[in-house]
């Protein structure tokens, strides 16, 4: 009977790890449009010495799934003030098959960002760090921007 059992255990552990999902990702894991938030800090000018500032602001994000990316944010430091509405930046990204990777950003009057991300929920949100310049300590989390049809309408959520 203990055999019975241990082997019934067995089994039934072998096809539910059969069952687990194993994500693997590609650039093409991010597409379409992301909502972004950050938060952090940043020196509050490009000359040496410059006071730090604590910066919050959100993105719109749009990954095209081939590495290419653009941007508009709304950005607010402590120091600068919201000096820059709806600013336009470009770059690209990469993703491993681990679902980590990188990113560049540039937006005029800043220095490009290098950034390391982590795609999860099957591609439905994204963390990101920025790593380079050293300055530059900003954290963003996105999420998809789902569009679905309504009567009379498309309805954003």
Do not use: W
Not at 112 to 140: K, W, Y
Request: hydrophobic content about 40%; proline content about 6%.
């Amino acid at each position: 009977m203990k055999t019975a059992m241990m082997i019934l255990l067995l089994a039934a552990t072998a096809a539910c790890a059969q069952d687990a999902p194993q994500t693997t990702c590609t650039n093409a894991s991010l597409k379409g449009d992301y909502g972004f938030t950050l938060t952090g800090t940043r020196p509050s000018a490009p000359t040496p010495g410059a006071a730090i500032e604590t910066v919050i602001g959100t993105a719109m994000t749009h990954f095209d799934g081939n590495g290419n990316l653009t941007q508009i944010d709304n950005i607010h430091g402590s120091v600068t003030g919201f000096t820059a509405p709806d600013r336009a930046g470009s770059g690209n990204y990469s993703i491993n098959p681990d679902c980590t990777g990188t990113m560049t950003l540039s937006s005029l009057g800043s220095p490009t960002l290098t950034l390391q991300i982590v795609v999860v929920d099957d591609g439905n949100e994204v963390r990101t760090a920025v790593v380079a310049p050293a300055p530059v300590m900003v954290t963003s989390n996105g999420r998809r921007v789902v569009t679905r049809p309504v009567l009379g309408g498309i309805f954003r959520l």
